[in-house]
């Protein structure tokens, strides 16, 4: 029997059998009904010092030939000013453990080592103020990561000092000597990262001795940032599914009910890579629908792993008080034959385009709590927006899509029904088709529908409450094979294309083409 899907902030995803190839999706979308606010800050970035990711990604040097502004490099900005790009966090990752910001502020930059990737000398040249000069170039918010694992709370504080303070202090002086006299905003501090592993391998009791001090002496001291748009924290929090993480959030989210007023948090991290198997061993490339089907499997597992942490947190904080910020996710594959494995490099396909659709859609319909995210990671690393090489960039699948979500950034959830269908290849089966869908402040609806199906097209029926459709049209993603991807020599395999649906009696009808991502709008 079929069930109703009902995707509102919860999905229930329930399959039907798989001769439902090439059948009908029938949705029922009731624009007069509001959710949650669609969290612009799920599309944020993460750009940590790995790899390419910081230095030629964003950072050539104001000496490069590469055209650029003030050593950020011009077609990088530019792209990522198109995809609206809310927040970056920064500067890692395992590597923010093992930065000292003073390395990285003043004319002397000196050599340091970056033991975690690749153990490549990291010269400082892209510190603090260069990565604010690039938030302000794309017009993103700074999601900083201070260093719990090797530095201590007064060097953390002293950084949040330096960076925010509008009182002539010793720090402020030195800020402004360097190029910056007024306060920059940072709205969001991560204390630590992956604590539970590459951040020192401490038990949640450590963790959230060290997690209390930070929370209570690193200050944010702009004027700007006092009453609202007050800077939020964002404590570790659990990497997975297994028992020991669903203890870590147990343990944060207890002591956060218990908290004193001297401390607090504002968001707990989730950390999930779609990997299947550690070591990363998938292809980025060169796959087939076996691999395409057992990694999107594998991906929507988020879906449980944000149940069982939101449930945990309901527990402790039923006001939903506490974002859950899933600051590292994306797909981890082997690294490309002949790069660095300590650098991450992988290619991006229509694989991966369809897996981002699948999991923006799972963080929107938990609107409510999941409030940021950050996709691993913006450039040259893991699933990337953009690759370089040298003066070459090119955009990936995974930016095309969100390119097409921009119009879902705050937006508002309206609740979506429909029966998803079968899609089943081998021992896998899968929802064929995934929707949400939101009204944007203009009170334009908005839907996206993903077609899983790499080989058959889906009819879409919408039928919209609420609302009289006069017209629908957006853009459709999708590429010849699950593997296509933009090359430098070939960038454009893979790039979005109209898409119009037939209003008939108030319904919308639409086919979806195979292994496709497609956003409309609806005319009223
Ligand atoms: O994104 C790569 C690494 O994955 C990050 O540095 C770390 O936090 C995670 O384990």
């Given amino acids: 029997m079929r069930a109703l899907l009902v995707c509102f902030a919860l999905i229930t995803v329930t399959l039907t059998a798989p001769f439902a190839a090439a059948q009908k999706v029938e949705?029922?979308?009731?624009?007069?009904?509001?959710?949650?606010k669609i969290d612009r800050n799920i599309f944020g970035q993460f750009a940590e010092h790995l790899g390419h990711g910081a230095y030629e990604g964003i950072w050539v040097g104001p000496g490069s030939p590469i055209p650029n502004t003030r050593g950020i490099r011009n077609d990088v900005v530019a792209a990522l000013k198109t995809i609206k790009v809310p927040n970056v966090r920064w500067p890692g990752g395992c590597f923010a453990d093992e930065y000292h910001w003073r390395k990285g502020v003043g004319p002397q930059r000196s050599e340091t080592l970056n033991p975690n990737w690749g153990g490549v000398i990291e010269p400082n040249t892209f510190g603090t103020h260069e990565f604010m000069d690039?938030?302000?170039?794309?017009?993103?918010?700074?999601?900083?990561?201070?260093?719990?694992?090797?530095?201590?709370?007064?060097?953390a504080a002293e950084w949040l000092e330096y960076l925010t303070t509008a009182q002539p202090t010793a720090l402020a002086k030195e800020r402004a000597a360097n190029g910056h006299p007024a306060p920059y905003r940072v709205a969001f501090l991560g204390i630590g990262n992956e604590s539970w592993d590459c951040g020192g391998n401490m038990t949640a009791d450590y963790y959230l001795s060290q997690l209390k001090i930070y929370s209570r002496f690193v200050r944010n001291f702009n004027p700007a940032q006092q009453d609202k748009q007050q800077m939020l924290k964002i404590a570790v929090g659990p990497g997975g599914g297994e028992p020991r993480f669903a203890e870590w959030t147990e343990a944060v989210?207890?002591?956060?009910?218990?908290?004193q007023w001297s401390w607090d948090i504002n968001g707990l991290?989730?950390?999930?890579?779609?990997?299947?198997?550690?070591?990363?061993?998938?292809?980025?490339?060169?796959f087939g629908e076996a691999e395409y089907s057992q990694i999107l499997k594998s991906t929507l597992e988020m879906e449980g792993l944000i149940s069982k942490h939101s449930a945990i947190m309901d527990?402790?904080?039923?006001?939903?008080?506490?974002?859950?910020?899933v600051d590292e996710w994306g797909a981890w594959y082997a690294p490309l034959p002949g790069s660095n494995p300590g650098f991450l490099v992988q290619q991006n396909s229509q694989r991966d385009a369809i897996l981002a659709a699948l999991n923006l859609n799972i963080f929107a319909r938990h609107a409510d709590r999941v409030r940021m995210a950050n996709i691993a990671q913006m450039i040259n690393v893991l699933q990337a927006m953009i690759l370089t090489?040298?003066?070459?960039?090119?955009?990936?699948?995974?930016y095309y899509v969100y390119k097409m979500y921009?119009?879902?950034?705050?937006?508002?959830?309206?609740?979506?029904s429909f029966n998803a269908g079968a899609y089943t290849h081998g021992d896998i089966t899968l929802p064929r088709a995934d929707a949400i869908a939101a009204k944007d402040k203009a009170g334009k609806l908005w839907l996206e529908l993903t077609n899983v199906d790499p080989n058959q097209p889906v009819d879409i029926e919408v039928n919209l409450i609420g609302i009289t459709p006069k017209s629908a049209a957006g853009e459709t993603l999708t590429a010849p094979k699950v593997d296509s991807v933009n090359s430098f020599e070939v960038p454009n395999t893979v790039v979005p294309k109209r898409i119009s649906a037939k209003v008939q009696g108030g319904k919308l009808a639409l086919k979806l083409e195979p292994k496709s991502v497609t956003v409309i709008s609806v005319e009223q």
């Fill in 134 to 155: 690039f938030l302000d170039q794309i017009n993103a918010e700074a999601y900083l990561s201070v260093n719990v694992g090797s530095g201590t709370p007064q060097e």
């Fill in 389 to 398: 090489d040298k003066e070459k960039m090119v955009l990936t699948p995974t």
């Fill in 269 to 286: 991290s989730l950390h999930s890579y779609t990997v299947v198997r550690w070591p990363p061993a998938f292809k980025s490339v060169g």
């Fill in 406 to 416: 921009v119009p879902f950034q705050d937006a508002t959830s309206v609740p979506v």
């Fill in 315 to 325: 527990k402790y904080d039923p006001q939903k008080q506490v974002a859950l910020v």
């Fill in 253 to 259: 989210m207890k002591a956060y009910q218990n908290r």
């Fill in 27 to 36: 949705l029922s979308v009731d624009a007069s009904k509001a959710g949650a």
